[in-house]
């Protein structure tokens, strides 16, 4: 694999990894709905592993993550439709679909180390 490839790869590690930290053990909807600057935080780690995974695609697109196209769509919505983010939305992603991304990026990043 690219090491350029290799580098969005971590780039996606890591901003998964920081909203993680952000969110701590206790992940609860309502510090996540009250809390702007968490919000705020986790929408432009959001950003970062969308930009990333654009990038990615545009060098191997048949690259083996699931919803590559849905993340950089994702990174879109947030970026330019910022007046119409929906926090339950943001939530569900990071709530189910984060720790799925999480396993395949480590995976990639295991095989290819």
Known sequence: MQLEILTYLH???????????????????NIYLSNKLLRRGIERELEIIGEAANRILKIDPSINIDNARKIVNLRNWVIHGYDKVDDVIIWGIVSRQLPVLKEQVDKLLTENS
């Open 11 to 29: 780039d996606i590690q890591c901003s998964i990894d920081s909203i993680f930290e952000y969110l701590g053990e206790n992940r609860n909807f």
